[in-house]
């Protein structure tokens, strides 16, 4: 697709660009079928524009009821789309299964596409992940954006691994170290941790990322908390006790929040009390959005208000 510069007017530069797929989950549970735009890197951008952050989103959504869904989706929290994100055809979509446990399994109908990118600004964070990064042939563009922007600005990655719609494991996990060296943050799951690198503990899997550039890795486990390692700190962060209505977005929430953090920290610094905040923030978001059905993230003055009341103790890993 053609090379896309961003001209005329608009509004001023966001502290944050996202770029990366946006679908429709459509949820199914024993209460019946239901709709709500997502996919990671947009549930991302929303998350971030309910917490007050100026974002802007480079997807792929078509000219269709579900591609008009989105867009006035993600403009409710002031996330405007970015030139070349409209196109013709369907929007993609993901169906969610979800477990008397909460939990959710997915199918896919996707198509990734977007233009290459040369904008004439670079945001504070550039934030990308999930199939956007390994799907042909949009995957291409995803990393000749972080090529062009990760030595003059934050790059936060979370590859949210979807085996369904990847090649082999050796495949998917030489696109991911491809990536990793041209981030600064990187946040996966420990199934994300286990599926490219089994075998592997946690905090090896951390190491491996942060050897091969990264500053900070974060594993996340649900329940059981997350843990963030630096080259000179390692911290686990406890999860915040919360009834599940569903998963979906909990991860996704959990990368917003961080992203807000480290934006809003006093120091540019990852020493260990700036990673107990951000982990602590990133928790309490997770927290907040699985207590209510889809990816629903929380406003900053719930998020602010629900961290006063609650500090469990974090420890040393």
Request: hydrophobic share 40%; charged share 20%.
């Amino acid at each position: 697709m053609p090379d896309t510069q961003y001209t005329g007017n608009r509004a001023p530069d966001p502290d944050v660009i996202v770029i990366g797929e946006a679908l429709v989950d459509v949820v199914t549970s024993a209460q019946g079928t239901v709709e709500h735009p997502g996919g990671s890197p947009t549930n991302v951008a929303y998350g971030l524009g309910r917490l007050g952050i100026r974002t802007t989103l480079l997807t792929s959504i078509g000219d269709d009821d579900r591609g008009a869904a989105i867009e006035a989706h993600l403009s409710n929290a002031g996330v405007q789309l970015l030139p070349g994100s409209n196109t013709s055809g369907r929007t993609a979509s993901a169906t969610a299964t979800i477990a008397t446990d909460g939990s959710a399994t997915y199918d896919f109908d996707i198509r990734w596409e977007v233009p290459s990118v040369t904008p004439p600004f670079l945001p504070r964070v550039l934030h990308t992940g999930s199939i956007a990064t390994f799907l042909a042939p949009g995957a291409a563009a995803v990393k000749a954006l972080l090529e062009h922007s990760h030595r003059e600005c934050t790059v936060t990655y979370d590859p949210n691994i979807r085996p369904a719609l990847l090649g082999s494991q050796a495949e998917a996990r030489s696109t991911f170290e491809d990536l990793v060296p041209l981030t600064d943050v990187v946040k996966l799951s420990d199934e994300d941790a286990r599926w490219l690198y089994p075998g592997l503990q946690t905090e090896e899997a951390a190491a491996r990322i942060l050897g091969l550039g990264a500053r900070l890795a974060i594993v996340t486990h649900g329940s059981r908390g997350s843990l963030l390692t630096t080259p000179a700190a390692q911290l686990h962060i406890p999860a915040v006790s919360s009834i599940v209505a569903d998963t979906i977005g909990a991860g996704d929430s959990y990368m917003a929040a961080l992203i807000y953090g480290l934006l809003t920290r006093t120091t540019d610094g990852l020493a260990p009390a700036v990673l107990e905040t951000l982990g602590r923030m990133a928790s309490k978001a997770a927290a907040i959005t699985v207590r209510r059905p889809g990816a629903n993230p929380p406003t900053t003055e719930e998020l602010l208000t629900e961290l006063q009341d609650h500090r469990p103790p974090a420890t040393a890993a």
